[in-house]
């Protein structure tokens, strides 16, 4: 037997070759829904739709195709396979690792962290599947993709996912003043405000403000540094940073 017999498994290179195409729109369509989301910033961008766009794709593939070497070509069955239904096990796995998945997600601050993560595991359970399954030449190709994607994505990021949030905290004595400062500001660091709090301190009169802001490049010590020197009213302030 060769290696190419190997890979093929049941199925011929035809079939294969189909399916590695449908993973590739499952790529393409999962990418396209992603960088909609990441437009309006949201947390899961086009890495995350893509990884399970594709992972789904791969799920159905191996729920309807996976189990040909179960059945004899003679219509007949192996010892102890008659009605059996090999595909429910393939559910429950997709199910479960769900949970596995969500262990890794976290919010902290206004931040979601993780969902790319939760995702790749939930897809390395499908590629599980299809190498347990004989499908050995969809489980490989599954598996490049994922990694070239997160390894380019990583390297080269695109588009929306490439924007950073800051958050900002800020203990100042004039809070009108500030207001029209930190307005203009943000406008020279072409930030956008995704969340905003106010509070006055009745006793010494300071304000506190609680921003996220979101922008292509984070927010830097230098250029923090340089709005406070130009700020006297400012009396304390903090940034934490983390690119998506």
Same mark, same amino acid.
């Given at each position: /037997?060769?290696?190419?017999d ?8 035809k079939?294969?070759l ?7 729109? *499952?790529? +393409? ?8 989301r ?7 961008g086009?890495r995350t739709?893509?990884?399970?766009? @594709?992972?789904? *794709?791969? *799920?159905?593939? @191996?729920?309807k195709y ?5 059945? #004899?070509?003679?219509?007949g ?5 008659r009605d ?7 559910a429950?796995?997709i199910?479960?690792?769900s949970?596995l998945?969500? =262990?890794?997600?976290?919010k ?6 993780g969902?790319?993560?939760?995702a ?5 359970a499908?590629i =599980?599947?299809a190498?347990?399954? =004989? /499908?050995?030449?969809?489980?490989? +190709?599954? $598996?490049?993709? @994922?990694? #070239? ?5 990583h ?13 900002l ?6 809070g ?7 307005t203009?500001?943000l406008?020279?660091?072409d930030g956008?405000?995704l969340d905003?709090a106010?509070?006055?301190n009745?006793?010494?009169?300071? $304000?506190d403000?609680d921003? $996220?802001?979101?922008r292509?490049k984070?927010i830097?010590? *230098? ?6 020197a130009?700020?006297e009213?400012?009396i ?8 998506k």
């Open positions: /037997m060769s290696l190419g190997v890979l093929l498994g049941d199925l011929s290179l079939m294969n189909d399916f590695c195409l449908r993973l590739l729109l *499952a790529c +393409f369509c999962g990418a396209a829904i992603g960088v909609e990441s437009k309006h910033f949201k947390e899961a086009v739709h893509l990884i399970v766009c @594709v992972g789904a *794709a791969l *799920a159905m593939v @191996v729920s996976g189990f040909a070497d179960l059945y #004899l070509p003679d219509q069955t192996f010892p102890g396979t059996a239904d090999p595909a429910r096990i393939a429950q796995v199910s479960g690792i949970f998945g969500a =262990g890794v997600i976290f902290r601050e206004g931040l979601v962290r969902l790319t993560t939760a790749g595991i939930w897809v390395t499908a =599980g599947l190498v347990g399954a =004989g /499908m050995l030449m969809i489980g490989v +190709f599954s $598996t490049s993709v @994922v990694c #070239l994607v997160q390894i380019l994505m390297k080269y990021i695109l588009g929306p996912d490439a924007y950073a949030t800051n958050q905290h800020f203990t100042v004595k004039n009108y003043e500030f207001n029209h400062a930190l203009e500001q406008e020279r660091w956008t405000v905003s106010f509070s006055r009745q006793e010494d009169g300071t $304000t403000y921003l $996220t802001v979101r292509r984070e830097s010590y *230098a250029e923090m540094k340089e709005f406070i130009q700020h009213e400012i304390s302030c903090t940034n934490s940073s983390a690119k």
